[in-house]
């Protein structure tokens, strides 16, 4: 998918700095600068480049695209792409028409374009839409599977992508997604509609258009599930409410972002991928997995019947904080069943709160070797069991292990970190210019943050890296230019600094406002060590970029500039980028 920019003249970064100058000089009041500030920004923001950004739909079906009929709700194959291109808040027609649009996207039919969002930014998105549409009820991990082949098949060709789905099995789609995507680092947002899009009142566009936003404008490396103004994390999730706009809730997490006026992202919470590895898909999942619900009085010859084989894993739902019916034979024959190899794991019944051992009869459980669960919702626990039994290399003490690791934030890590706000250092700052207003600190921290982190990579100083970091800091802030730390550190060659900040959750898709990312600066100061680490990692050129760049190679060509040329080809220019394929047409 292409990526188009129209540039504009850009206020000069120097403003920012006579700000500082004049605050410090006394020369304007402390409000009065801030005002400033946020004008300036403003200014900066409408300076931007326009980037024009790609999000696949894969539309399953689900209630967001049904029609009424005399057997009630059924999808309506071949409808929505006409609808959404009637609707101007989903499809900028005029800007579609025009010629250099119009000629890129003419040989699709199913491509939509939003209107310029504030953030100076437009999404085309494509609509893949699954032959047969299914109602979500009836899905099953056969098309989990073919979701996450076809996001893998895509990957390198759209900045973000959406899933459309029923609601019903929405939060098992999003949990079992979230663990085939190993190293996702690109934003994966499953939403759907409690009413048809096509309705008078109906929840769908709104879901739909803020999910194409959160794909295609925001660095969110995750499964999310967006509904009702809310992005949960997809393994996180449950449905709580099928009368009510307001159907999923994060029992035990805050939304990653809420949409409201604005849309506010919660950084702090979103889970990046921590390793320097390329996104992959894995897909093999057990199915010989159930849930068994204690109640009060549940026979033995109720649990025993459940548990006989094929069964291989089970999700075993109790009471309170993880607890069980105290009885002897009962427990034998959860024993028995764990000593021929079925692995149990225990999820409480309650909407909130974490598995525990505080009493005896939880104590119990895991005396027989059933495996707690912690704050995962059964719907994660299934999918991750489903997940992890699927691992033929792994014996089942390692499988357990795997159970009670937190693979994509599905449970709470407990382990806590120093708040920068609370730091001495910014402490400092504020009393030296007087201040003891929370609203004031906060706007020194997220001003010094993103600065100080820049300077640390520029300087290859990982020590001040991971002192930042441990007073909160994260390592994917951005500067007023949109650079991260890892476009600094890029582009001046620090290898070890790179490796270390993918180790902490660095993007290799962050694009700055101008639309580059880190490889372009890799590329452009050609650091050939740190093109091959990032190219590692999984960072690509679009494919329209590859295209742009036969101009450069040309001229690289002409004037026998070969260390140039080999520094490109390392880059993934002049081969076959994976998953360029066209997205037209019906599945």
Not at 462 to 487: F, K, N, Q
């Amino acid at each position: 998918m292409a990526e188009w920019k129209h540039t504009t003249p850009a206020p000069s970064s120097t403003s920012m700095s006579s700000l500082g100058q004049a605050l410090s000089r006394g020369r304007i009041s402390r409000p009065d600068a801030f005002q400033l500030q946020k004008s300036l920004s403003k200014c900066s923001k409408l300076g931007m480049d326009v980037l024009e950004v790609s999000v696949l739909v894969i539309y399953t079906g689900g209630t967001i695209g049904m029609k009424e009929t005399p057997e009630g709700l059924v999808p309506a194959p071949g409808c929505l792409v006409p609808y959404l291109r009637s609707l101007p808040t989903l499809h900028d027609e005029k800007y579609a028409q025009d010629k250099h649009v119009y000629d890129r996207y003419k040989p699709s039919e199913n491509v939509c374009v939003l209107p310029l969002s504030n953030q100076n930014k437009r999404v085309v998105y494509r609509i893949l839409e699954y032959k047969p549409l299914l109602d979500s009820s009836n899905m099953t991990p056969a098309d989990w599977e073919k979701i996450a082949k076809d996001i893998e098949k895509y990957y390198v060709q759209y900045n973000g992508f959406v899933v459309l789905h029923g609601t019903d099995t929405m939060a098992y789609t999003s949990s079992a997604l979230s663990f085939m995507c190993k190293n996702l680092g690109k934003p994966v947002i499953v939403t759907g509609s409690q009413l048809p899009i096509y309705e008078l009142r109906t929840d769908g566009r709104d879901n739909l258009l803020v999910a194409l936003l959160l794909a295609g404008e925001f660095n969110i490396p995750e499964v999310g599930l967006y509904f009702y103004q809310k992005l949960y994390r997809g393994n996180r999730a449950t449905k709580v409410d099928c009368a009510s706009f307001d159907a999923f809730t994060s029992p035990n997490l805050p939304p990653l972002a809420d949409a409201e006026i604005d849309i506010k992202i919660n950084k702090d919470i979103i889970w990046w991928p921590c390793k320097t590895e390329k996104f992959t898909v894995d897909t093999q999942l057990n199915c010989n997995v159930g849930v068994l619900r204690l109640f009060p009085g549940i026979t033995n010859e109720t649990v025993k019947a459940f548990l006989q084989p094929p069964m291989a894993g089970v999700i075993l739902e109790t009471f309170g904080s993880g607890n069980a019916p105290d009885r002897q034979d009962l427990m034998d024959i959860i024993r028995q069943a764990i000593e021929r190899g079925v692995i149990m794991i225990n999820c409480t019944q309650c909407l909130r709160g974490s598995v525990t051992t505080s009493y005896a009869t939880g104590q119990a459980l895991e005396k027989a070797g059933v495996v707690a669960g912690f704050d995962i919702t059964p719907e994660a626990a299934l999918s991750k069991l489903s997940y992890v039994l699927a691992k033929q290399d792994l014996s089942i003490k390692e499988k357990k292990e795997m159970m009670q690791c937190n693979l994509r934030g599905e449970m709470t890590d407990d382990s806590k970190k120093l708040s920068l706000s609370d730091s001495r250092f910014i402490q400092d700052i504020a009393k030296s210019l007087s201040i003891n207003c929370d609203e004031e600190l906060g706007a020194i921290r997220d001003a010094l943050t993103p600065t100080l982190v820049c300077v640390a990579a520029k300087a290859g100083d990982i020590e001040a890296l991971e002192a930042l970091r441990e007073m909160g800091s994260d390592m994917i802030t951005a500067d007023y230019d949109g650079r991260t730390p890892l476009h600094v550190a890029a582009c001046e060659g620090h290898v070890k600094v790179v490796e270390y900040l993918l180790s902490k959750g660095a993007s290799v898709y962050a694009r700055d406002c101008f639309g580059k990312t880190p490889l372009h600066s890799a590329v452009h100061c050609r650091h050939k060590d740190v093109v091959k680490l990032l190219r590692k990692t999984g960072a690509h050129f679009s494919p329209a970029e590859i295209v742009d760049a036969g101009t450069k190679l040309h001229s690289l060509a002409a004037s026998g500039d070969s260390k140039g040329l080999e520094i490109w080809k390392l880059a993934g220019v002049g081969q076959k980028p994976t998953g360029v394929a066209s997205a037209t047409g019906s599945k």
